[in-house]
């Protein structure tokens, strides 16, 4: 969560009648957390490798309105699936190799790429599950949802005897919201905030002054 609240230029606050004074800093306050979503989604694509559409339905605002000078960004979210960052599949099938994606998949007689799946959490940073495979399954009542999925291992005996009796789990990662705790995001919108939110308010005091 990103709290808003007010701040500005002194004199010019008390030359201000209260209403237009109120008005000023709820315009400022609305005005800067409009531009605090997609910074704050920019911030956090330039170092995690996840689309701005999976990023943003977990974003909620809360504008400023009936003497509240405040807004608040509400950030929610589960762990995400890994096949939200860049996942990439290759596995052996009849006849030679499908390579895959979240979105299309390809046949090739013959391929060099290692098997299983590679993602990229972090921007620069790519980790191969060899055993992980990518797959469509049922989401909801009629919906479908792409994962990455991999058998659970409890135990290497078991594991070497009897792997097609192990359960197949989905492989998960980092929440939104532990994203944005970051405290090299949070410094950044922290600043951020600051100079959008003095800036805008100077200006529409200054509107309502009619300098």
Do not use: C, Y
Request: hydrophobic content about 40%.
């Amino acid at each position: 969560m990103i709290n808003i609240s007010i701040k500005g230029d002194r004199e010019m606050m008390r030359a201000l009648e209260p209403k237009r004074l109120e008005r000023a800093a709820e315009l400022s306050v609305n005005d800067t957390a409009r531009k605090v979503k997609p910074e704050g989604s920019r911030r956090v694509r330039a170092i995690w490798n996840v689309k701005a559409k999976d990023l943003n339905r977990h974003f909620k605002m809360k504008l400023a309105k009936n003497g509240d000078l405040s807004a608040v960004l509400f950030v929610s979210g589960r762990p995400m699936s890994l096949a939200k960052f860049g996942a990439k599949g290759v596995r052996d099938v009849r006849g030679g190799v499908v390579t895959q994606t979240a979105r299309s998949g390809r046949f090739q007689k013959r391929s060099r790429a290692a098997r299983g799946v590679t993602v990229e959490i972090e921007r620069g940073k790519k980790t191969r599950l060899p055993h992980a495979f990518l797959a469509t399954v049922a989401a909801g009542r009629t919906g479908t949802h792409v994962g990455v999925f991999e058998r659970e291992v409890k135990g290497k005996s078991h594991h070497r005897r009897r792997p097609w009796s192990l359960p197949i789990v989905e492989r998960q990662t980092i929440t939104v919201p532990a994203m944005f705790a970051q405290r090299r995001i949070q410094k950044g919108l922290d600043r951020f905030i600051d100079d959008h939110l003095a800036k805008n308010l100077n200006r529409h005091m200054a509107r309502f002054l009619g300098r």
